[in-house]
């Protein structure tokens, strides 16, 4: 049985249709390859103009070292046959190594896509190909450990789909709610249920893990893997505290809605009588009094952290 499925998936990722060797790109990211019936020949001008729009952002976290073909199927059937995800009819594209595929974006809305929807999805779905290839080899790709907040998070956040998903207001409320969600840690249980909260819980670590620690230690993150450790060591190594304690200190800023300005002070001893009348409103610094100076990499005091977007 895992035999036949490893089959069934392995024939699903080759192409099954021509490579267009006109249509071949050759960029400073990467090499870029398009396979496509002659009806798609429109569709996959739109996506070749997407890969190439796509290349500055990209940079940010590297570049490609193997050519990543990009597939345009016909309909979405088609696609989640290849993805090998049934069922999934949100779905446009998908991602591995080495190959992504396309629903023809003739076929996303009865008009069709515009070239502003085709470049926001594929740089979000080249941001995953590119986070594999530079993180792991071709062997080794599905076995980082790597987390769905963090490459759905860095996906969204590299695409700027922000204005997408649920603000970290809803987010905040969907924690006070469910108090037993983890819809970062346990991104996976959560992913049919909660698809939107998931995907917003993700893209809103992730923007506030650059804010706190910058870009260079994610990119350090990545290279660690790349050089043959797993997500959980590489991330501990590069930012400095284990991923878990990067996600509780997240949960505590959107529970207390750290997002909303001001400083969280710890209660000032004796203040216990006073702490009640401030119930339900923690973000006002009624108890305001500077915050020492941090050195080595920063603590987990909640000011000066609102996200960019
Ligand atoms: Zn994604």
């Not at 284990?242 to 200190?249: E, K, N, V, Y």
């Amino acid at each position: 049985m895992v035999v036949a499925l490893a089959l069934v998936s392995a024939c699903a990722s080759a192409p099954r249709k021509a490579v267009d060797p006109e249509a071949s790109l050759a960029l400073p990211g990467g090499e870029f390859r398009f396979a496509h019936d002659a009806r798609e020949a429109q569709a996959a001008d739109m996506v070749r103009r997407a890969v190439e729009h796509a290349g500055p952002r990209l940079s940010l976290w590297g570049t490609f070292h193997d050519p990543v073909t990009l597939v345009i199927h016909p309909n979405h059937a088609a696609l989640e046959r290849a993805a090998n995800r049934p069922g999934h009819d949100f779905l446009r594209a998908w991602a591995r190594f080495e190959q992504v595929e396309v629903q023809s974006p003739r076929t996303w809305t009865r008009a069709g896509a515009s070239q502003k929807q085709v470049d926001e999805l594929l740089l979000h779905e080249l941001t995953h190909s590119l986070m594999y290839q530079v993180s792991a080899t071709r062997l080794t790709w599905t076995k980082k450990g790597i987390p769905l907040w963090f490459s759905e998070g860095m996906a969204s956040y590299t695409a700027g789909q922000g204005y997408r998903v649920p603000s970290l207001e809803d987010l905040s409320r969907f924690l006070h709610d469910h108090p037993q969600a983890d819809p970062l840690a346990r991104a996976e249980s959560l992913y049919e249920s909660e698809n939107a909260t998931v995907y917003g819980a993700a893209h809103h670590a992730f923007d506030f893990l650059v804010s706190r620690y910058g870009e260079e230690r994610i990119r350090g993150t990545l290279q660690a893997m790349g050089r043959g450790q797993d997500f959980p060591q590489a991330f501990q190594d590069a930012v400095g505290i284990p991923a878990d304690t990067f996600l509780r200190d997240f949960r505590r800023y959107v529970y207390l809605r750290g997002f909303k300005g001001g400083r969280i002070n710890p209660p000032e001893p004796g203040m216990g009588g006073l702490r009640g009348e401030n119930r339900g409103l923690p973000w006002i610094p009624l108890f305001s009094k500077p915050l020492p100076p941090t050195s080595g990499p920063p603590d987990t005091t909640l000011g000066d952290t609102s996200p960019k977007r």
